[in-house]
């Protein structure tokens, strides 16, 4: 998939701003054909989520409809036109000039309709959007409570995971412009020999007449071009790069990528892309980046933003990559749903390592639904890779995170949805995020094993010297069961911003900065470990539950204003290599 350029050949169009807005509790709006257009609605800005945009919606999951007017452009006559919602939750239905477009499931992911026959002059564009919580979802929500299924959280709304279920358009919607004849897709991977790189760019177009590609590779001064003729719409190039620049934490070298489609000799479609020259492997317990072992420092995340919900502004994704960086961080994973295409770009730019999870959280096996959940689960890796698959930044893929795998049903369900990822991407390793260790079964046919571990927290409270022994020995015993190298991708302890004890107590800064140094202390002595990830980076909210006061998980060693807590300056200490 080919994120929206705009060049000679292509154009783009944002069409985020203020919409209208109508909620419909009682579902009438598809009776009432508000696909012609909204009467009597607010003003609601797009893209953020609706529950904290007004005080009547703070745990309305809709339905709701949206409206914008656009008028067309005139460099696009004559061009194909698409409408890209870079992510809608959870379920969208769209309509242009009262034409149904198509409708789309799933909350984080982005989807495209071509709307070239629809468009007039003056445009109408209409969603409806819904995103109740259910069982055979994914991410599944109201799910019936029982020992093997669930944490019963009993959580309102009945999320059936830890963070707030927001809905709407929550990602910016682009309306974009191609030629008719057209490149289709690239699919860039890269080598390392010795000190020379290889970039290989595998290129689909769809075109009518013979025509050629011309592909371009430039960057640090040096540069090379080659043309060749397309052959039933595929080309592939195997570009060496010499002495090349890798791209890795610390050195976010990228190259320019730019690829032209020519038609008798002219230029008739261009797309460019950047391009960083990098491996990224297994071997034994290790992670190798460029051939070189690699310790992930870093954080879980979430897209959570006082006021736009689950949208994060161009601002504050910029502070979320300065706190990492004033940290030292060098990855983190997109907990627990693909982040935005703004957010994988600038980690490119920034040299941060990037575990890409699909929004499978908190899945369970019962037999009910479960077809459908499976199904669903394909089509969000399937996206994903699509998606991401270009970014050096994405180190591996993490199929789910705390699974409730303890049905057999669970390993033949991840043995499906891992070849599907490694049929899809031959170049980065598979994995996902459990909560069971050495009873998680899928660990054995993936590539690194990764667990979230609480001791001291949801067991062991307050007792850090029961819970660090104990830390130690189940990371032992991991290992000694799988053999693969082992990420730590989920530790950490509420703090309530400006709640400080001595002796450190729950939910005191002390104690959460005390907690993460400790496990830190543990995860350094075992070689087998290769990367620890904070949780969270900020605090973010949730649905209530009597465990999350306010409505807040306050795992964040930054505030959810992204203020720094005392862990934040601890872990600065011991990552930061210029402090
Ligand atoms: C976990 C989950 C994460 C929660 C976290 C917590 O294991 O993966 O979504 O927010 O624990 O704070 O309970």
Sequence with gaps: MIYPQA???????????PWDFKWDPQNLGIKKKWKKGLKGSKRITVPASWNEQFKETRDYLGPAWYQTHFNRDSNSIGRKVFLRFGSVNYMAEVWLNGVRLGSHEGGHLPFVFEVTKHLKKKNNLVVRVEGYLKPDRVPPGNVPPGPLDSFNNNFNPPASFDFFPFCGIQRPVLLFTTPNERIEDLTVTTDISGKNGQVRVDIAASVSLPSTLKVSLEGFGWKMVSEAPLKNGKAAYLLPVPNAKLWGPGSPNLYQLKVELKLAGKTIDQVGLPVGIRTIRVKGSQLLLNNKPIFLKGFGRHEDYPGTGRYLPPAALKK??????????????????PYSDEDMVMADRLGFLVID???????FFKK?????????CRQFTRDMIARDKNHPCVAMWSLANEPHSNRPAAVPFFKNLAQLA?????SRPVTLVSYLGTPEKSFKFLDLVCVNRYFGWYSEPCDLNKAIPRLSKDLDAIYRRFKKPLLVTEFGADALPGSHAQPPAMFSEEYQREMISRYLGVIKQKPFVVGAHVWNLSDFKTAQATHRPNGMNYKGVFTRQRKPKLAAFALRKLWNKNT
Excluded at 320 to 337: E, K, L, P, V
Excluded at 357 to 363: H, I, K, Q, W, Y
Excluded at 422 to 426: A, L
């Design 320 to 337: 979320d990559y300065a706190n990492m960086q004033w940290i030292g961080a060098n990855s983190f994973r997109t907990t627990h749903y």
């Design 357 to 363: 999870e699909t929004p499978a959280v908190g899945l």
């Design 422 to 426: 490694r049929n899809m991407d031959k």
């Design 368 to 376: 009910d639904g479960l077809a459908r959940r499976l199904k669903l």
């Design 7 to 17: 060049n000679s050949y292509r154009g783009t169009k944002n069409l985020s701003g």
